[in-house]
Nanobody, 115 residues
Framework: QVQLVESGGGLVQSGGSLRLSCAASGIIFRIRAMAWYRQVPGKQRELVAT???????NYADSVKGRFTISRDNAKNTVYLQMNSLRPEDTADYYCNTVFGGINYWGQGTQVTVSS
């Protein structure tokens, strides 16, 4: 079965950095596009970044220039490097992929940015 396991969240100060990791299993990782989403209470889940199987990336305007999505196919892992963090980046961050027409999600990892 498809499983996505996230790690790396935590509490940081404004301007600090975190690197999130998402380990995938149950899929042929190298041929799948991956994404990071985030969600705060009472709001819709929003797309943060995507990376294609070929390594092409896209970012939400709010994180361009600060966040970098990458993948290590040998480790079946996708990363989100977050720099210059702001309080408005505070959210639960989720790893995502689509397989068989169905969205799969990790359990979420909390990121809190203090001011």
């Amino acid at each position: 079965q498809v499983q996505l396991v996230e790690s790396g969240g935590g509490l940081v100060q404004s301007g600090g950095s975190l690197r999130l990791s998402c380990a995938a299993s149950g899929i042929i990782f190298r041929i799948r596009a991956m994404a990071w989403y985030r969600q705060v209470p009472g709001k819709q889940r929003e797309l943060v970044a995507t990376i294609s199987s070929g390594g092409n990336t896209n970012y939400a305007d709010s994180v361009k220039g600060r966040f970098t999505i990458s993948r290590d196919n040998a480790k079946n892992t996708v990363y989100l490097q977050m720099n210059s963090l702001r309080p408005e980046d505070t959210a639960d961050y989720y790893c995502n992929t689509v397989f068989g027409g169905i969205n799969y999600w990790g359990q979420g990892t909390q990121v809190t940015v203090s001011s």
